[in-house]
């Protein structure tokens, strides 16, 4: 076994040559304070903390030596007594009681390094006149920790401080100095956050924290355990990374706060603080203001940089809660009901900074109060109790500590956007309303808005028509910008007539821009990045209400200071600028602002240097231009003529912002963008992820009006401009969703992209800190692709420029753009496996292999290196080769029911296994035919819409499979279309025929890593005999996602390509987002070999695999197992219509037509014959490449060579050294998956469950037994049903068969997936997720009988309880957190009162809510209904009303239901309010309102319809809906 | 795409033919061509593949075929010609006479009928001329290069017609009286009339190509002549040199190659010769057309319009499968099935596996023709099928003219080609590299000549594509 220092050496040279960057790594985590509210300090109050870390413990995670944790911590007021007793030990004179400072030190554990240090900390601590009373070595226990923890443990100290008498805030003013001195200075002497580090440096909090799981703590700190060590509150930590650095430092708390979350928005932040930083000027630290500078660390995580910058706003003068509002503002739009003078407050401080956006709940302290704030979103969890005697506890978690029933005052949750503040001065708690009522009218925000923001008049009015002067120039700007007919009539058009992006199907097989020959457009190069797993994306059509396009454009002011004149800027309500915008700002005329426009164009006389020139130049005018007063800078490329070529605007756009933010000017200006290049959603993205402020696409408008003119668009030229802005506004929302961010604000200059193909001198000059792993093409060749373009243009005579080139991006065509599948292979394919055929396969896979012809991918640019060949006989056998080829995931509702079912019979012939895809299965399918053939996908797949996962489904499976996001559309959902949904598919579903079906983005209960593991472990549960496996899709930081996925006990993680397959996504995110499984599959196998994880997870690989070649590349990259998506339906026919989107495939493959899926006439023969070939071309390169069997091939890197013979003027500058880097572990680290999975059941009470229920489960016997249950046993339940549905299939037990009593706090998952015939009644609370895809069970839920809060006014269950329920009823005695009901599909269910987002999604079930619902209520509802107690008459606001009507309760049916259903939660729960609400009936009913989606009533009106008609023997069928 | 479910909703419709009896009256075409609005239906059909077969691998021009289906769906007329072409020189003969292999691997020729590719490519060339779009395009700026096209056939007119707008002086030379090649001596009128060529030939003219008929190179220019004076010599004179039936009786009068015939009809017909020159008349006749393949029909309609009592058309090869469904069995490859041709319609017995052993005449002239019949066996050496004669099945007939539709071997091995000493194919074809460049420099060829005989589309985009070679290497001179 390698040294533990050799491996970290290892690491690091990895970071240099591989694809690991620690710059990816994410974490989230396990939150949670304690507090005395009279300020009291205590031993208790930190032995409390501890606790609750420690019932935090599930939801950090351990690395690869099974010991080492993420990192744990805790933040306390300063133990004061403690610290006179060690004084007095150490022989220092501590000074009373806050007239000291703390200063906790991690230093480099070499003597030589230490000391130095320490003489660097003298000497900055004495020039700002402060001195050193005495160092203290903390004492530390390292033998408890883990073999990577102790290797990588610094050496800690503290520093007892004074500055004579200071005390107060100018003490801590003074540490602040200091400590950021130290720092510089510490930079400055070459010390890195490894041999340097401050954890805390304060008059009034110290840190402890390190690389521990949460029981280390106290261990690893005996100080801890010291009863001296008081202290009036505790905050604490717990990490969960997909780190594989491990890293002290960046353990958490960090200074003032904890984090559980992502800051996604991090690398504009960053930068929009390095440009502040010139004019921060602060009356209380005067000349001092510059030593704070810079601001922000280097080498800090997202969470540790956020502390930095919340420092800098808390100590120049604004409160906690103030600065903390300015960070993490809460959504401020007209759809929500707040005071205008909180709006106000919003929107001025929008013109000062952009929101630190990503999802989060932050615990936060300045010493003296501590206080907690949700993201707008509220996608982490955070529960409070407060007792009767004075203190608060407020964790990720309910029943992290042990509260007697009848001490509890209140218990709740904080909402999204709210904030809850304990101030032990003040000793009160404040909640939300007070303390932003107070901040929002500390200043006249208002009236300063009012008087300075600048709103342009008749800015984004209609626009108005554009003229088009000279249609040849026209035509020569379209070839000069490489317009092709595609992008007009698919893209263009098709925006203008929808307000939305086209859709299209099938996965990109078109080459990468840097291996095409046709020259690119800049964009191109650029992949979208998009969140999977560790933050979740948003959903911009049904959650838009958090999202926002407005921003502020012009001169920032000093940020440490507010005046009126801090929001004399532009207010854009969208980025998108018509023409009519465009001249308005230029003749701007308001005090203050000036506009200029500069010429984006450059003189092509000069050849390809001619850019960077003219870049070099921009920047410099556009600085002098800002230095002249100039508030607003137009880059402009109108005026393109013979000589002079548009210089890439995207190029352009972030050279300049780069070069101003260097400046640190680039606050002082907005910048717009007039270009005729834009006209893609991805476009504008690009230009405004890079730092466009706005964007005007005039060609695009000029486009629409020739269009017009040639009558090819049926509708009034204005409207079709608006529709099409509507159409980029649509989908920048998207584009930034994907990623989890909702303002514009923050998403500008975020850069939230990785290239592909350009080379590192080029990104390191124009687009820094974007991710380019590959290398490829710099500045000259971008410049080529230009002047190509240009000249082509200018050569051409008129009749030549009427042929507007085709483009062939989507559609195939001849002299376009190159694609994988030709018709030839088509063709070649189907005759292979039709026939037999291998020698005909062998052709085919020449044919695509032929990289000389048809270089597409970058697997096309390797070969292998030559090694000693064995004859084929030695070879495994393909038989068993076979087995590792899955067919890709593919819904039964996209493909046919005879297509998915002949690929799930071939695969089981095969051995092999089929993927259900995300739409269910249909339980027929279950049993074996009678000619031994089975219809049953091994593999069922967990997706964000959850449709048709019951325990049955789960329990009849080999593999669950997670799909966090896939190739074609990743970080988004979909929607299958109600008039798609027939009757089987409903019925497989477990929906209504002709109710749309919404799949959400994220999956709602995976918010994060922990909640990740949280699914795995459910799943795990549901059939502990399938493996579990996770689909995440290649991009940047892949690798260490799946090393998080590895850690959160995955059997299996597949990595999809960028290009696989869809049924139906739009065009920009099929081409533009996500990247290669090459590269994803390099990172992945080299991250997890790195880490010793490797042995523990299987990898699979899929996207665009098509033959043998392919397969043994994705073998030696590191691959297990393999996928075929696109593949298989070509083998059975399909011959890439694309058209699945349209349900008109013509052969039968993607279709639901009847008439259609006639013609089907692929055989389970076909693509059996398909993958023996596959398997057999395999086993001849395997033979050739001397390997006997596929286990010696995997992970075999150094076999692959780039092969140098392929000559492409653009793929000389790849380098694939970083993706062929094999990392240097000692030759016994294993490549591949040799071991399995440990998972922990040992909290699990399942186990006793099932052994004292099984006697009773197999004689149908009723039962009722009891048991205590606490927040550490998780997904109650779980194993119990899954041995329910194991023997009686979805044909459960009688309700009510079993019952189990708990009494406690429940953990997460409480009766997921109950089956019918369980009765579970919880008394007590419960955790996130309970009911969780219930399957036909009941649960019952109340509080502690001792207890006496009112129910219906406190938080009993946490947040997404019922998500993807099925079946079966719920009762809860209380109020329900955020998300409850999401994508209910059959569950009824009674609450007292719910979050936001109650029953989004629903398609089915009936839920009564008996109190208040949160905003959003029914957004994206297609089904089923609600009845909501109205008291306020106020609900019609907070409802989404997009889908569903709002009715009242008349109908005698529907009284009759709602009457019975409060009977029976009064008669399961006790509940007084219901009780309440019975006996005053009269009064109560009519305020009772029924939810009904519009769809919904007119599909269950057609059946009703239908019913009687199919007495006349009509049968329903598909075409009914059509 | 304007109508996604087109193909569901519509059935194929073709335009019909005048009856035989009418037809058989004159040389005049007899394609009935659709209206505007079932051609727009038409067009509906076409599903805007995502691989477009027929444009990928049908047509070997690459004709943007659903680009066109849909503006003709659209009425987008004028955009639909723009499209035709920029791919196409000739579609006015390529819509009449293609076999159009494009229909053959039309997505919908799995399962269903092929869209009618063919003629809506017509109706787009046609209505374009109508509407007095076509005009010429002569180029905008003179490169000076000079540049002899040898041959005005299908290649030869596309070749000079894309080299002639790249701005480059062309001149085509043609051993006949006028230019059109095969097109106009190959191919009867009632296929393809010859105003069509001519209107095309107009406005070559009009971009300043320039014509010299009656000019047979090697003898009337020589070899010489040309390379000193042009800066690319491009080679487009066809593969004329027919495969010969050397049995018993060759030399009887009476037994033509089927292209002496055909020549003969074509200038008669045009008025290039009188009726007292005709040599070779089927009227009352019996004929005999050995060759089952297009020339071979071609005869038989011309001998059916001369008036011949009886036309017999016998083949070798064994008769291909019948089939009667309107999909492609061999999708999205050329079927290789048995096809009824409208000359086969206007009267003709056709048999196949008949090998013809003698001819048998008197005062040299043929009166009758001596067949066996075979059948096909697997040779053991080279598994290459071979006929077999079948014992006793010999039978005559009374004939009293043969022609001889056997194929072509290669292009004329004239002095010409001696003079440029240019290297030869295995078969006889002249041979090329990628850059369409001979042997000798400076000299290209492109169509029949290099390739043997083929379709006329093919012969077109060999033509395109030797232009655009040419056009590369005069660029880098």
Redesign the interface.
């Known amino acids: 076994m390698q040294s533990i220092s050799d491996q970290l050496n290892c690491r690091k040279r990895l970071r240099e040559t591989g694809l690991y960057d620690p710059a990816f790594e994410h974490d989230s985590c396990g939150v949670g304070f304690v507090v005395n509210v009279n300020g009291e300090h205590s031993h208790q109050i930190v032995t409390d903390g501890i606790t609750v870390l420690k019932n935090l413990a599930h939801r950090g995670a351990i690395g690869g030596d099974s010991r080492t944790g993420d990192g744990a911590g805790i933040l306390v007021s300063i133990p004061h007594k403690f610290f006179q007793k060690e004084c007095n030990k150490n022989s220092i004179a501590l000074p009373q009681e806050g007239s000291y400072g703390v200063l906790m030190l991690f230093l480099s554990r070499e003597e030589n390094r230490q000391t130095q240090a320490k003489k660097l900390i003298n000497s900055v601590i004495l020039s700002e006149g402060g001195k050193i009373l005495g160092y203290r070595d903390v004492p530390v226990f390292p033998e408890c920790l883990g073999d990577m923890a102790r290797q990588s443990m610094p050496y800690i100290c503290q520093a007892i401080i004074s500055f004579g008498s200071t005390s107060g805030n100018k003490l801590e003013h003074k540490l602040y100095i200091v400590r950021k001195c130290i720092e510089r200075q510490a930079r400055i002497h070459q010390f890195t956050i490894d041999d340097l580090y401050i954890p805390s440096c304060s008059s009034k909090t110290v840190v402890y924290k390190g690389m521990f799981v949460a029981p280390q703590l106290e261990e690893f700190y005996p100080d801890l355990n010291d009863p001296d060590f008081e202290s009036c509150f505790s905050l604490v930590h717990q990490r969960y990374s997909t780190n594989t650095f491990p890293s002290w430092p960046l353990a958490q708390p960090f200074r003032y706060m904890a984090h559980n979350g992502e800051i996604n928005t991090l690398r504009g932040n960053i930068n929009k603080m390095t440009a502040r930083e010139k004019n921060i000027h602060s009356k209380l630290f005067g000349d001092d203001t510059e030593k704070l500078l810079p601001v922000v660390e280097k080498n800090l995580s997202d969470s540790g940089i956020f502390d930095n910058v919340f420092e800098l706003l808390c100590m120049g003068g604004r409160s906690a809660e103030h600065s903390m509002m300015m960070m993490v503002p809460e959504t401020f739009g007209q759809r929500y009901h707040i005071s205008e003078d909180k709006r106000s407050f919003f929107e001025f401080h929008a013109a000062i900074m952009e929101p630190w956006d990503g999802p989060a709940a932050i615990a936060f302290t300045d010493g003296i109060r501590i206080g907690a704030t949700l993201d707008r979103n509220g996608l982490r969890p955070a529960r409070y109790v407060i007792t009767q005697n004075g203190k608060v506890v407020l964790a990720s978690e309910t029943g992290v500590l042990d509260i007697a029933p009848e001490d509890i005052q209140s218990k709740g949750r904080l909402a999204p956007g709210k904030m809850l503040i304990i101030d032990t001065e003040k000793k009160r708690v404040l909640f939300d309303n007070e303390i932003k009522a107070s901040v929002s009218r500390q200043k006249p925000y208002r009236r300063w808005l009012e008087k300075n923001r600048i709103e342009l008049k008749g800015l984004f009015g209609i626009p108005g028509p554009v003229d088009i002067n000279d249609s040849n120039h026209h035509l020569r700007l379209l070839n000069v910008f490489g317009y092709t007919?595609e992008e007009i009539s698919v893209v263009i058009k098709s925006m203008a007539e929808n307000a939305q992006e086209p859709v299209l199907s099938?996965g990109n097989d078109a080459a990468l821009a840097v291996l095409s020959d046709r020259p690119q457009l800049l964009y191109n190069y650029f992949k979208q990045l998009f969140a999977q797993v560790t933050n979740p994306p948003i959903d911009p059509y049904r959650e838009n209400l958090v999202m926002s396009l407005m921003s502020f454009i012009g001169r920032e002011k000093n940020l440490l200071d507010e005046t009126p004149e801090h929001c004399h800027q532009i207010k854009l309500t969208h980025p998108v600028l018509s023409n009519d915008d465009i001249i308005k700002l230029r003749n701007i005329d308001t005090e203050g602002y000036r506009c200029c426009t500069l010429g984006l164009l450059f003189d092509i006389s000069v050849g390809e240097k001619g850019l960077e020139t003219a870049l070099i130049e921009l920047c410099k005018t556009a600085e002098n231009k800002i230095n002249e007063g100039y508030s607003l800078l137009i880059l402009s490329d109108r005026g393109v003529d013979k000589t002079k070529a548009p210089i890439p605007a995207l190029l352009a756009t972030s050279t300049i912002n780069h070069y101003l933010t260097k400046a640190k000017i680039r606050h002082l200006t907005g910048l717009i963008i007039e270009t005729g290049e834009v006209r893609d959603v991805h476009h504008f993205a690009t230009l405004i992820g890079y730092g466009a402020s706005a964007v005007n696409p005039y060609m695009a408008f000029e486009i629409l009006f020739d269009l017009k003119k040639?009558c090819?668009l049926d509708m009034r030229i204005e409207t079709a401009v608006e529709h099409y802005i509507t159409a980029v506004k649509k989908g920048l929302l998207k584009v930034m969703s994907k990623m989890g961010i909702s303002t514009i604000r923050s998403y500008r200059g975020a850069q939230i992209f990785e290239a592909v193909g350009l080379n590192e001198q080029f990104i390191n000059k124009y687009f820094p800190g974007t991710s380019s792993r590959i290398g490829g093409i710099g500045i000259q060749e971008i410049a080529h692709e230009v002047i190509e373009r240009h000249s082509d243009a200018f050569a051409k005579?008129e009749?030549e420029l009427?042929?507007i080139d085709?483009g062939g991006n989507?559609?195939?065509?001849?002299?376009s753009e190159k694609?994988l599948?030709?018709?030839?292979a088509?063709?070649l394919i189907h005759r292979a496996v039709r026939e037999k055929n291998y020698s005909l396969y062998k052709e085919y896979a020449q044919h695509i292999n032929n990289t000389s012809k048809n270089l597409c991918t970058l697997r096309g640019l390797f070969k292998f290196r030559k090694r000693e060949s064995i004859p084929l006989e030695e070879i495994e056998p393909a038989e068993s080769i076979v087995k590792r080829f899955v067919s890709s995931a593919m819904s039964f509702g996209s493909i046919s029911k005879e297509a998915h079912e002949t690929i799930a019979i071939a695969m089981n012939r095969l051995g092999a296994m089929s993927n259900s895809g995300e739409g269910g299965e249909d339980e027929e399918r279950y049993n074996p035919l009678s000619n031994g053939d089975l219809k049953k996908s091994m593999i069922k797949q967990v997706a964000s819409g959850r449709f048709g996962v019951t325990c049955n489904y789960l329990v009849n499976s080999a593999e669950l499979q997670i799909k966090m996001a896939q190739g074609a559309k990743p970080g988004e959902g979909g929607q299958l279309a109600g008039l798609k949904v027939d009757e089987t598919i409903a019925r497989v579903r477990l929906s209504t025929p002709g109710v749309t079906l919404i799949s959400p983005p994220p999956h709602h209960d995976i918010y994060s890593i922990e909640d990740l593991a949280q699914l795995i472990f459910d799943l795990k549960n549901a059939n502990r005999d399938a493996r579990v496996s996770v689909k995440l899709v290649a991009e940047a930081g892949v690798g260490t996602i799946a090393a998080g996925v590895a850690k959160g006990k995955a059997d299996m993680v597949l990595i999809s390509g960028h290009d696989g397959g869809t049924g139906n996504s739009p065009i920009s995110s099929i081409k533009y987002a996500g990247i290669p499984w090459e590269i994803g599959l390099a990172e992945t196998q080299q991250t997890l070999v790195l880490n010793n994880l490797r042995d523990r997870i299987r990898i699979q690989t899929d996207g665009q695999m098509r033959t043998g070649r392919d397969i043994v590349i994705a073998s030696l990259l590191g691959a297990e197992e393999f996928g075929f998506g696109t593949a298989s339906l070509v083998s059975l026919g399909c011959?890439?219509?694309?058209?699945c989107h349209?349900n008109?495939c013509?052969?039968g493959v993607a279709t639901q037509?009847k008439?259609?899926r006639r013609?089907f006439?692929g055989k389970p023969e076909h693509l059996i014959n398909f993958m023996m070939f596959v398997a057999q071309d395999v086993r001849e390169i395997m033979a050739q490449l001397g390997f006997r069997n596929m286990d010696e091939m995997t992970g075999r890197v150094d076999i692959l060579d780039v092969n140098s013979a392929i000559d492409h003027w653009k793929t000389k500058g790849l380098d694939f050294s970083r993706i062929l880097t094999k990392p240097a572990v000692s030759p016994d680290t294993p490549l591949r998956c040799t071991g399995k999975q440990e998972h922990d059941f040992s909290m699990s009470i399942d186990n006793e469950l099932i052994r004292k229920l099984i006697v009773s489960m197999d004689n149908k016997e009723k039962t009722t037994i009891s048991m205590p249950i606490r927040n550490c046993n998780r997904t109650v339940g779980t194993a119990l049903s899954s041995e329910i549905s194991r023997r009686y299939g979805s044909n459960s037990l009688p309700h009510d068969s079993i019952r189990c009593k708990f009494k406690g706090s429940a953990g997460q998952s409480f009766g997921a997936f109950l089956a019918k015939g369980i009765t579970f009644e919880l008394e007590g609370d419960a955790n996130d997720y309970l009911g969780k895809g219930l399957s036909g069970g009941k649960i019952i839920v109340f509080p502690d009988k001792k207890s006496h809060f009112r129910s219906h006014e406190n938080i009993i269950t946490g947040n997404v309880n019922l998500f993807g329920a099925t079946g079966g009823s719920v009762f809860i005695n209380g109020m329900a957190g955020e998300r409850f009901a999401v994508r209910n599909s059959g569950a009824t269910a009674v609450v007292e009162g719910v979050g936001d987002h109650g029953c989004e999604y629903m398609t089915g079930g009936v839920v009564v809510v008996l109190g208040r619902t949160g905003v959003n209520f029914a957004a994206g509802m297609s089904g089923g209904f609600v009845f909501v107690f109205d008291k306020d008459q106020l609900f019609d606001t907070k409802c989404n009303l997009e889908m569903v009507d709002i009715e009242p309760v008349t109908e005698k049916k529907d009284i009759t239901l709602l009457k019975s259903l409060i009977k029976q939660h009064i008669k399961y729960t006790k509940s007084s309010h219901a009780l309440y609400l019975l006996e005053n009936w009269q009064e109560t009913l009519p305020l009772f309102v029924k939810i009904m989606p519009i769809e919904y009533r007119s599909a269950l009106a057609r059946m009703k319809q239908f019913e009687s008609k199919e007495t006349e023997e009509i049968t329903i069928t598909e075409e009914v809906f059509r | 795409m304007g109508n996604t479910t087109g193909f569901l909703d519509h059935l194929r419709v073709t335009g019909t033919y005048r009856p035989v009896r009418s037809r058989l009256k004159d040389y005049k075409e007899f394609t009935n061509q659709l209206d505007q609005n079932m051609l727009k239906i038409q067009g509906s059909r076409c599903m805007d593949c995502g691989i477009p077969y027929c444009h990928a691998m049908g047509c070997p021009l690459g004709n943007l075929i659903p680009e066109w289906n849909d503006s003709v769906y659209n009425g987008n007329w004028r955009e639909a010609l723009i499209r035709l072409e920029s791919t196409n020189n000739l579609p006015e003969i390529t819509g009449r006479i293609c076999p159009a292999p494009c229909e053959a691997s039309c997505t919908l020729s799995i399962n269903d009928a092929p869209v009618t590719l063919k003629q809506i490519e017509l109706a787009i060339i046609e209505y374009g001329f109508n509407q007095g779009w076509i005009s010429a395009s002569p180029p905008e700026v003179e490169t000076g290069k000079k540049v002899a096209v040898i041959g005005s056939g299908p290649a030869g007119l596309a070749a000079a017609q894309q080299l002639r707008r790249f701005g480059h002086s062309v001149t085509v030379y043609e051993k006949s009286e006028k230019a059109g090649g095969i097109l106009r001596y190959g191919i009867p009128d009632f296929k393809l009339e010859k105003w069509v060529i001519d209107r095309r030939l107009n406005q070559m003219y009009d971009e300043g190509v320039q014509f010299e008929t009656n000019v047979n190179i090697g003898k009337d220019i020589s070899a010489r002549y040309l390379k000193k004076n042009f800066d690319a010599i491009l080679i487009t004179m066809g593969a004329g040199e027919p495969r010969n039936l050397d049995i018993e009786g060759r030399k009887l009068n009476g037994v033509h190659f089927a292209m002496e015939y055909l020549i003969e009809s074509n200038k008669l017909i045009s008025g290039e010769i009188a009726a007292s020159q005709q040599k070779i008349n089927a009227k009352g006749k019996n004929i005999l057309v050995i060759g089952g393949g297009d020339t071979g029909s071609d005869c038989v309609g011309t001998a059916n319009r001369q008036g011949a009592s009886q036309v017999y058309q016998f083949e070798i090869m064994p008769k291909p499968l019948e089939w009667k469904e309107s999909w492609n069995p061999n999708w999205p490859y050329w079927p290789l099935i048995l096809r009824t041709s409208s000359s086969h319609e206007e009267g003709c017995k056709r048999d196949w596996s008949v090998q013809t052993s003698r001819f048998i005449g008197k005062n040299g002239k043929i009166e009758e023709v001596e067949f066996v019949r075979v059948k096909w066996e697997q040779t053991k050496e080279n598994g290459v099928p071979k006929p077999v004669e079948i014992p006793g099945s010999k039978f005559s007939l009374k004939i009293d003219l043969v022609f001889l539709a056997t194929g072509f071997l290669h292009i004329e091995h004239n002095k010409f080609l001696e003079d440029l000493e240019l290297k030869l194919d295995q078969r006889g074809n002249v041979m090329l590299d990628e850059n369409f460049s001979t042997s000798s420099p400076g000299v290209f060829v492109a169509g029949d000549s290099a390739t043997g005989a083929s379709l006329v589309v093919r012969a077109i985009s060999h033509g395109r594509k030797a232009a655009e070679a040419i056009n590369q290497q005069l660029k880098s001179l």
């Open positions: 007919l099938m040639k090819k005579n009749n009427k042929v085709s989507f559609h195939f065509r001849r002299n694609h599948y030709t018709a030839e088509i063709a011959v890439m219509m694309r058209k349209l008109t013509p052969v037509d008439k259609l013609k006439c």
